[in-house]
């Protein structure tokens, strides 16, 4: 009897410590939610993310989002606010892609926060049509956007590609999204981009310095360092670096890791070798902004050199990104993140 529990544990073991791709695929359901512009997507019987694209929220996004075992690792303000939300930075919702100067509009921090008087600085992105729904192994959502100043006129035609999958433990995003010059384009080099995720409170790492956030009433909050004690995460890099030594750095793929309830979670960004200025440059901050931005270099390099994205009338660039979620026991290993980003650089490598 003793032999077989110690084969059962050591079994268990070995099954946690393979990689996504490796465990039994579940099948992923991509289905309409209601009457508004939202779009649910489950694993299994779980409901794992949902495709969010009303105007009202300035660009499209995946809120909130859900490992395999049901927990929120996406902060809840501004749109479900949790106790203990931080406040600050009101458009930080889920998962999204913009940014913060394209022909000098900011896409990336417009939200409902910014007053009416201010909008025409701002750039908005609005979901057109969805392109695609498809369940299976794999579920597939497509959508077709344009990226407007406020007087409605299109800079850019957005259209992206999502890819879900899941097993017992692993939850994988893959995005794929090119971006069209209707008039001629240059994304500015700038802090603020490109593919952005707000950490819930537990994954924020642990302030050691008093931490000030502003709400959208402007009331502003003093968080005294040691006293919050919810944040335990932490970041990791391909080329190894950690906590916050991971801002301004490239690589291959960044990590944030920490402990939900009794599971390590995980959430690895990995970029892809057909994406413009790869490696990416890692927008990481412990406070919980989680953001890969190849095309911020002078502020990362402290203007040693400088990445501005010109696209003529006409031409296009895409981005490709996979996003994977673990929980469990451990967390995803240095090894087998490289793995992962191996077979993702093998997926649709020609830039289109």
């Not at 394209?102 to 969805?130: C, H, M, Q």
């Not at 993140?337 to 289109?352: H, I, M, Q, R």
Request: glycine share 8%; net charge positive.
């Amino acid at each position: 009897m003793k032999k077989i529990i110690l084969f059962g544990a050591l079994l268990a073991a070995v099954v946690a410590c393979l990689p996504a791709q490796a465990q039994k695929a579940e099948p992923v359901r991509v289905v309409k939610a209601g009457t508004g512009k939202k779009i649910d997507v489950y694993v299994g019987k779980q409901l794992f993310t949902s495709f969010l694209y009303p105007d009202s929220l300035e660009k499209p996004v995946l809120y909130p989002l859900r490992p395999a075992d049901g927990k929120v690792v996406t902060r809840g303000f501004p749109l479900q606010p949790k106790a203990g939300d931080p406040t600050d930075h009101p458009h930080h919702i889920g998962l999204w892609f913009n940014y913060e100067n394209v022909n000098g509009l900011d896409f990336w921090n417009n939200s409902y926060a910014i007053p009416k008087e201010k909008k025409s600085a701002y750039g908005w992105i609005k979901t057109d049509r969805i392109l695609t729904t498809s369940s299976g192994q794999t579920g597939v959502l497509a959508y077709h956007a344009n990226w407007t100043n406020q007087a409605n006129e299109v800079l850019l035609e957005e259209t992206t590609r999502f890819e879900f999958s899941g097993t017992g433990r692993a939850r994988t995003i893959d995005r794929v999204t090119t971006l069209k010059a209707v008039v001629p384009v240059t994304f500015n080099d700038a802090k603020d981009g490109l593919l952005g995720l707000r950490l819930a409170h537990e994954l924020q790492m642990p302030s050691t310095q008093d931490q000030k956030f502003t709400d959208s009433k402007g009331i502003v909050t003093v968080v005294k360092a040691g006293t919050d004690h919810v944040p335990n995460g932490s970041y990791l890099t391909s080329a190894g670096k950690r906590g916050n030594d991971a801002w301004s750095t490239r690589g291959v793929w960044c990590k944030v890791f920490g402990k939900m309830g009794a599971d390590s979670v995980s959430i690895a960004i990995i970029d892809h070798p057909g994406n413009p200025n790869y490696p990416t440059f890692w927008h990481a901050r412990g406070y919980g902004l989680f953001a890969a931005n190849p095309l911020g270099e002078k502020v990362f390099t402290e203007g040693k050199s400088a990445k501005n994205l010109r696209l003529e009338k006409g031409e296009s660039a895409t981005f490709r990104y996979r996003i994977l979620i673990d929980d469990g026991s451990k967390t995803l290993s240095s090894h087998q993140l490289d793995e992962e980003a191996a077979t993702f650089a093998k997926k649709n490598t020609a830039s289109k």
